[in-house]
């Protein structure tokens, strides 16, 4: 029995466990997704396996009936519903508190995203599973989901970041000695190493990762790799290597009948060749790339057009036959002809209603295409937005890069809660979590009211700041009305497992340079002597009070009222006016 027989046994199998056990072993149905691959019966199963675990409120189990029918959707080529699903599946994994099933439900959302050919969240998803996959023993699965999440920034052209979580895999894969695993790490080690330049070792790489994938009989990567490099070497100009890698390739999936790498090598050779001026070999390879693209884009569609044209064929030898045996009345000579005239429309009709269809069901692809397009570019803006201001992140999309700005007048607050570091020794890491929570989810929504921008937390600081990334002439007083409202919430009284904490603000406005730093987790920060010195009006303030510097009070005395407290020095910045608002 071939292993695709001894699967399909295993899900019949399961399907008559779970009928002998009277339909109330739901650990059935969720182990029965591991071995149905035909997406109709696993939509089937999944609806059933969704009501019964929403009957008993089954978080766990929901999850896992809610992955089921995403995979139906998977398998039928609708990424889009499947998404929906997979995204469902997690938000039951992570009520359930299983970080098996939270890490299952990333890895299958950052799958979906990669056979969408949407890299940069598929990446994203990858890391989330991977922060997860940390806590478990499971070193394989978290191998995979780093290796994978390493395969994603290759596409992105993120070279360094693809070469850590590749090294990062193949030593996780080399520990558990999974050699499969190291095979495909040294493949992606190669297509990293020349896309650097660094032909020797990446050939050597290559050549590794193909001895060991031989060994299993895994070629279509092979040809994958061989693929990769003669495109590599054919966009550096070096023709003669690239038309080694992709000969090599088309011997390999012609041996073995990789009909899709086939047309992927032919269309490769007949690039390379064109590249050397010879225009014969290049037409020869290119109608050969078309041929097996057609072959494996169409088969279906060549299959049908093959039947009509057969009984086509068939029908016409018929009706000679019955036009030489009928010769002798003019009649049944109508009469054939006649057959032969209705057999010709009853073909064209035929052809017509083909045509029809295939024209529906590329409309149907093309909008079902363009829709998950428009859904996964508003789910990228989005979370692009949730870490950098729109207009930063217009100028990211758009130039591919930020340029850092000068601002002269912005005003930066900074808060920090009283005996923070005492507190958290004494209370439980998830009560202090959720108390800061708490807080800071308020003062989000503050900087949102009065159009600040909210720079970042440092454990129990928080730091924003007005004036930018556009300019306003009110900026210090949108701060110090926003620092008032955070104030008076603090002294509000506190749900139940909420710290009450006491604060301290402080204020200042000047000139600051602002820009993005780095290029993994992008950060919109601001730097110069204005955020030097509002920090330091934020440590000489006091619990339950707002300490502005005198700048800031020039621009705000005619609007409130302030307590003037002296000229204070402060650590390496001299001697500074300092004032409480009241």
């Given at each position: 029995?071939?292993?695709?027989?001894?699967?399909?046994?295993?899900?019949?199998?399961?399907?008559?466990?779970?009928?002998?056990?009277?339909?109330?072993?739901?650990?059935?149905?969720?182990?029965?997704?591991?071995?149905?691959?035909?997406?109709?019966?696993?939509?089937?199963?999944?609806?059933?396996?969704?009501?019964?675990?929403?009957?008993?409120?089954?978080?766990?189990?929901?999850?896992?009936?809610?992955?089921?029918?995403?995979?139906?959707?998977?398998?039928?080529?609708?990424?889009?519903?499947?998404?929906?699903?997979?995204?469902?599946?997690?938000?039951?994994?992570?009520?359930?508190?299983?970080?098996?099933?939270?890490?299952?439900?990333?890895?299958?959302?950052?799958?979906?995203?990669?056979?969408?050919?949407?890299?940069?969240?598929?990446?994203i998803y990858y890391r989330k599973s991977i922060e997860v996959l940390e806590q478990e023993s499971d070193s394989t699965s978290l191998g995979s989901a780093i290796f994978n999440a390493g395969d994603e920034y290759l596409k992105l052209g993120k070279l360094d970041?693809?070469?850590?979580?590749?090294?990062?895999?193949?030593?996780?894969?080399?520990?558990?000695?999974?050699?499969?695993?190291?095979?495909?790490?040294?493949?992606?080690?190669?297509?990293?190493?020349?896309?650097?330049?660094?032909?020797?070792?990446?050939?050597?790489?290559?050549?590794?990762?193909?001895?060991?994938?031989?060994?299993?009989?895994?070629?279509?990567?092979?040809?994958?790799?061989?693929?990769?490099?003669?495109?590599?070497?054919?966009?550096?100009?070096?023709?003669?290597?690239?038309?080694?890698?992709?000969?090599?390739?088309?011997?390999?999936?012609?041996?073995?009948?990789?009909?899709?790498?086939?047309?992927?090598?032919?269309?490769?050779?007949?690039?390379?060749?064109?590249?050397?001026?010879?225009?014969?070999?290049?037409?020869?390879?290119?109608?050969?790339?078309?041929?097996?693209?057609?072959?494996?884009?169409?088969?279906?569609?060549v299959q049908e057009m093959a039947n009509l044209r057969t009984d086509y064929e068939v029908s016409q030898k018929q009706a000679e036959v019955d036009l030489l045996e009928s010769a002798a009345t003019i009649a049944t000579l109508r009469a054939k002809r006649q057959t032969l005239l209705l057999y010709g429309v009853l073909v064209m009709f035929i052809l017509v209603g083909l045509l029809a269809i295939g024209t529906f069901r590329r409309f149907k692809f093309e909008k079902e295409t363009k829709k998950i397009i428009e859904e996964e570019k508003n789910r990228s803006d989005q979370l692009l937005l949730n870490i950098l201001p729109e207009e930063i992140a217009d100028e990211l999309k758009i130039h591919g890069k930020v340029k850092a700005h000068r601002f002269n007048s912005v005003t930066v607050l900074f808060t920090d809660f009283k005996s923070f570091s005492t507190m958290a020794e004494e209370i439980s890491p998830e009560k202090l979590v959720e108390s800061i929570d708490y807080y800071f989810k308020e003062f989000d929504r503050i900087t949102d009211k009065y159009g600040l921008e909210k720079i970042k937390t440092i454990g129990d600081s928080y730091m924003c700041a007005g004036g930018l990334p556009t300019e306003n002439q009110r900026n210090a007083f949108d701060v110090v009305q926003a620092a008032q409202e955070m104030m008076e919430f603090t002294k509000k009284p506190k749900p139940e497992g909420i710290v009450p904490f006491e604060m301290r603000i402080g204020i200042h406005t000047g000139p600051i340079v602002a820009g993005i730093v780095g290029v993994k987790k992008w950060q919109y920060d601001i730097w110069g002597d204005t955020v030097n010195i509002a920090s330091r009006m934020e440590s000489n303030s006091q619990e339950g009070k707002i300490n502005i510097s005198g700048k800031t009070y020039e621009i705000i005395k005619d609007e409130f009222d302030c307590e003037y407290r002296g000229s204070i020095e402060i650590k390496n910045r001299g001697i500074w006016d300092m004032y409480f608002l009241k």
């Open positions: 029995m071939d292993e695709s027989s001894q699967i399909r046994s295993k899900a019949d199998s399961i399907k008559e466990l779970y009928y002998a056990s009277g339909e109330k072993n739901l650990d059935h149905l969720a182990s029965f997704m591991v071995y149905e691959a035909n997406p109709d019966s696993l939509l089937k199963y999944g609806k059933i396996y969704l009501e019964k675990a929403q009957r008993d409120s089954l978080d766990n189990h929901l999850s896992s009936a809610y992955s089921m029918i995403g995979y139906s959707y998977k398998y039928k080529g609708d990424l889009s519903k499947a998404l929906e699903y997979f995204f469902e599946s997690l938000k039951y994994a992570q009520k359930s508190g299983s970080m098996k099933a939270q890490g299952r439900s990333y890895v299958t959302i950052a799958d979906t995203y990669s056979a969408s050919k949407n890299s940069q969240n598929a990446a970041s693809a070469l850590l979580f590749v090294e990062r895999a193949q030593l996780i894969f080399q520990k558990i000695d999974f050699e499969l695993g190291q095979a495909y790490c040294l493949g992606n080690l190669g297509m990293i190493l020349a896309e650097y330049g660094d032909k020797l070792t990446s050939e050597r790489r290559i050549n590794e990762a193909v001895a060991i994938l031989e060994k299993y009989e895994e070629y279509y990567p092979i040809s994958v790799y061989l693929n990769y490099m003669s495109n590599i070497y054919l966009e550096k100009g070096d023709r003669i290597s690239a038309l080694t890698y992709a000969q090599r390739s088309l011997d390999l999936a012609g041996k073995y009948g990789l009909k899709d790498q086939i047309s992927e090598a032919n269309l490769l050779l007949s690039n390379i060749y064109e590249a050397l001026n010879n225009s014969t070999k290049a037409l020869e390879y290119y109608k050969k790339h078309i041929q097996y693209r057609d072959s494996v884009n169409n088969i279906q569609a």
